[in-house]
């Protein structure tokens, strides 16, 4: 008889493609720090992207009334019509963009619609074109999917988003997504209509090139910035581009996990079958509440933007006086992607010198505990990303503590 250890090793051979992947960041650096704050800690959490406000109460409402009414069996595979006729609404009322019911498909949040639609179209060696910083999932899943992800860095000179002739270069025979988040995670940066127009114009050149675009962030904005989508700028490209959003951000709907998103029928039916054979309808609750979210009011969100943007700016005047540190200031979304480049080779009360961006975050965890996530994790080095969708004195107070833990650097 084997042991159990031998019997494991024989027993479960993982698939090749396992190895070019690896679990979120995000997620390791908050459970790394709830492990601290098991230990006893008061560790400050900066690292994940979830607004601390509560769902809306006539969201909440409308789910317990679905409950009531016993809608708590099966739905259609890819969203029951009433969500989809809410989707469309939404779509053509804030996007100027008109869709069919059988061209939206809701997963089980944003993440699922997208995998599905890399799954439904990406072939062995298949390129998407990914700005970078990017959010961390983009090219795990192009990978899981069989397509090779090609990152193109977007620095601070060009605002951390892509230009026309940066995408222009990356465009190969093989290339057959480009993937657009604004306002994007981990930046807050946010494509103009004049930018998303120079983009349109180097895809109409590429007939080849879907354009995936995540507009998860689209409500969350500050400073009177104007968001738009690349099938608005561009209807030429409309049936090129897979339109995506969800429920999760703007309405803090992060655990009801409703993701939608409309695009080109061929493409939509193939992205329901992948989801009728792997999780088949998202929840029936949960869609119901979406329905209220996208129908209801939105004058909730001033007063939350209100408070987002105010975290923006104490963060943005916090990293901006601390020397080594800098943050360009973000359009939306409720993130900060400071610069820790005058960090680097800077040495640590125990003698360690801080080499990267890796470096820097894992000293603020141990020394100011306050937890970060690196730049290197979304692509780009060396920056560290912070989410201020948290209490403001919390906020405060972790830069409070960064300033000083940076002050005794050597």
């Known amino acids: 008889m084997m042991h159990g250890t031998t019997a494991t090793a024989l027993g479960v051979r993982l698939a090749r493609r396992m190895s070019a992947v690896q679990p979120s960041p995000t997620i390791a650096i908050t459970q790394l720090a709830n492990e601290l704050r098991r230990q006893g800690k008061d560790v400050i959490g900066l690292s994940q992207g979830e607004p601390d406000f509560d769902t809306p109460n006539h969201v909440k409402a409308a789910a317990k009334a679905a409950i009531d009414a016993g809608q708590t069996k099966y739905t259609d595979v890819d969203g029951t019509p009433e969500l989809k006729r809410a989707i469309v609404a939404k779509f053509e009322r804030e996007n100027g963009l008109r869709y069919e019911p059988a061209q939206i498909s809701v997963g089980t949040g944003g993440k699922q619609v997208l995998y599905n639609a890399l799954c439904?179209?990406?072939?062995?060696?298949?390129?998407?074109?990914?700005p970078a910083p990017y959010w961390v999932s983009y090219p795990d899943m192009v990978r899981l999917a069989g397509g090779k992800p090609v990152?193109?860095?977007?620095?601070?000179?060009?605002?951390?988003?892509?230009?026309?002739?940066?995408?222009?270069s990356a465009i190969t025979p093989r290339t057959k997504w480009l993937v657009l988040n604004s306002p994007s995670n981990p930046t807050g940066a946010g494509y103009s209509a004049s930018e998303l127009r120079?983009?349109?114009?180097?895809?109409?050149?590429?007939?080849q090139v879907m354009v995936l675009t995540d507009d998860m962030y689209e409500h969350l904005r500050y400073d009177g910035w104007e968001f738009t989508t690349i099938a608005a700028?561009?209807?030429?490209?409309?049936?090129?581009v897979?339109?995506?959003?969800?429920?999760?951000?703007?309405?803090?709907?992060?655990?009801?996990?409703?993701?939608?998103?409309?695009?080109p029928t061929k493409l939509i039916k193939a992205m329901a079958t992948i989801q009728s054979q792997s999780t088949t309808n998202p929840s029936s609750v949960s869609q119901a509440a979406a329905i209220a979210a996208l129908s209801g009011p939105?004058?909730?969100?001033?007063?939350?933007?209100?408070?987002?943007?105010?975290?923006r700016d104490l963060g943005l005047k916090a990293f901006n006086s601390i020397e080594g540190l800098g943050c360009r200031k973000p359009d939306g979304a409720f993130y900060l992607f400071p610069s820790c480049a005058g960090m680097i080779g800077r040495r640590r009360a125990d003698g360690r010198v801080i080499e990267t961006d890796v470096d820097f975050a894992t000293f603020l965890l141990e020394e100011a505990n306050v937890a970060v996530v690196p730049g290197s994790a979304f692509g780009l080095a060396p920056f560290f990303r912070i989410s201020f969708a948290t209490a403001t004195e919390r906020l405060r107070l972790a830069c409070e503590r960064?300033?000083?833990?940076?002050?005794?650097?050597?």
């Not at 990152?151 to 222009?168: N, P, Q, S």
């Not at 700028?233 to 090129?240: G, N, S, Y």
């Not at 960064?402 to 002050?407: E, H, L, Q, S």
Request: net charge negative; charged share 25%; glycine share 10%.
């Open 120 to 130: 439904a179209t990406l072939d062995e060696g298949d390129e998407v074109i990914i």
């Open 151 to 168: 990152t193109v860095a977007c620095g601070e000179a060009d605002d951390f988003k892509l230009t026309a002739e940066a995408l222009r």
């Open 198 to 207: 120079s983009l349109a114009d180097v895809l109409l050149d590429h007939p």
């Open 233 to 240: 700028v561009e209807p030429a490209l409309f049936d090129r």
């Open 242 to 263: 897979l339109t995506c959003n969800g429920v999760s951000k703007a309405y803090a709907m992060t655990g009801w996990r409703i993701g939608y998103a409309g695009g």
């Open 298 to 311: 939105l004058d909730f969100l001033a007063e939350r933007n209100a408070v987002f943007q105010e975290r």
């Open 402 to 410: 960064i300033a000083d833990a940076c002050g005794k650097l050597g």
